[in-house]
């Protein structure tokens, strides 16, 4: 059984930058996909970035250029640098993970508020 244990969200001002991480433990069957995903209040949760085992990422529209998500694959742990933070980035932020027999695990999710 995977756990995920977040860190790293928060209070900000706008224009201000957060680094969320995100650690994966008891995987018997190897780490593949690696992502976070966020939710607003009254609003449906979306991906925010994604990240393979090899290193391909996918972005949310609305943070490219701001946001980069990286992995080190040796400590099972995906970041997230969060960039010129808007308050419309307020949110929780969940971290995503799936294994090689493409079981899903969440985070326990963390907040990240953003103050105008």
């Known amino acids: 059984q995977v756990q995920l244990v977040e860190s790293g969200g928060g209070l900000v001002q706008a224009g201000g930058s957060l680094r969320l991480s995100c650690a994966a433990a008891?995987?018997?069957?190897?780490?593949?996909?690696m992502a976070w995903f966020r939710q607003a209040p009254d609003k449906q949760r979306e991906l925010v970035a994604s990240?393979?085992?090899?290193?391909?990422?996918t972005y949310a529209n609305s943070v490219k250029g701001r946001f980069t998500i990286s992995r080190d694959n040796a400590k099972n742990t995906v970041y997230l640098q969060m960039n010129s933070l808007k308050p419309e980035d307020t949110a929780v932020y969940t971290c995503?993970?799936?294994?090689?027999?493409?079981?899903?695990?969440w985070g326990q999710g963390t907040q990240v508020t953003v103050s105008s």
């Open positions: 995503y993970a799936n294994d090689l027999r493409s079981s899903v695990y």
């Open positions: 008891g995987s018997a069957f190897g780490v593949n996909t």
């Open positions: 990240i393979s085992r090899g290193a391909s990422t």
